[in-house]
């Protein structure tokens, strides 16, 4: 089973409330060869809601407690992404994921780039929390950018 960002197949669950729909992947969830997952629903976050960044480092950084994810007023959420991303663990385990595609460039999802921490939308290199701890246990993840790479025609 594929495992994907709900955003990605078309579901409204961004923090902005919008969507960021990829129809390749859209098409394999109709098709059921992948699942929807959002790691920061899972952690307990709403639709919508603030803007967050990494700040003082990378999805691994915050693992590991030396970097948060902070909202753009300044509230510190990285609990809610550390448990958005175990649970997304869980879910990868259950369903014995083959392949995991993330939306790029968020603080759980990014899994090449991320936003830097300043909220003035400048990006490096790392990954989110989710895609830290997935590839940290074993799991493939790649980005939107990456699907057709794969196996898409």
């Known amino acids: 089973m594929i495992l994907v960002s709900s955003c990605l197949a078309g579901m409204k669950v961004r923090y902005n409330g919008a969507d960021s729909l990829n129809v390749h992947i859209q098409k394999l969830v ?28 990378t999805g691994e950084d915050v693992l590991n407690g030396t ?4 909202e753009f007023s300044g509230n510190d959420v990285s609990d809610m992404y550390i448990r958005g ?14 392949l995991v595609v993330l939306k790029e460039n968020s603080p759980s999802c990014g899994s ?23 590839k940290k246990e074993g799991f493939k993840v790649i980005s939107e950018g990456q699907i057709s790479d794969i196996f898409l025609d």
């Not at 991303?85 to 083959?98: F, G, H, K, Q, S």
């Not at 921490?117 to 989110?128: D, R, V, Y």
């Open 30 to 57: 109709e098709e059921k060869k992948a699942m929807t997952i959002c790691p920061e629903l899972l952690g307990g976050f709403v639709t919508p809601r603030e803007p967050a960044e990494i700040v003082g480092g």
């Open 67 to 70: 970097a948060k994810v902070v």
């Open 85 to 98: 991303a175990y649970e997304a663990l869980n879910v990868a385990r259950e369903v014995n994921a083959t």
């Open 112 to 134: 090449a780039a991320i936003y830097n921490g300043s909220f003035e939308n400048h990006k490096i290199a790392g990954n989110g929390v989710t895609s830290a701890l997935l």
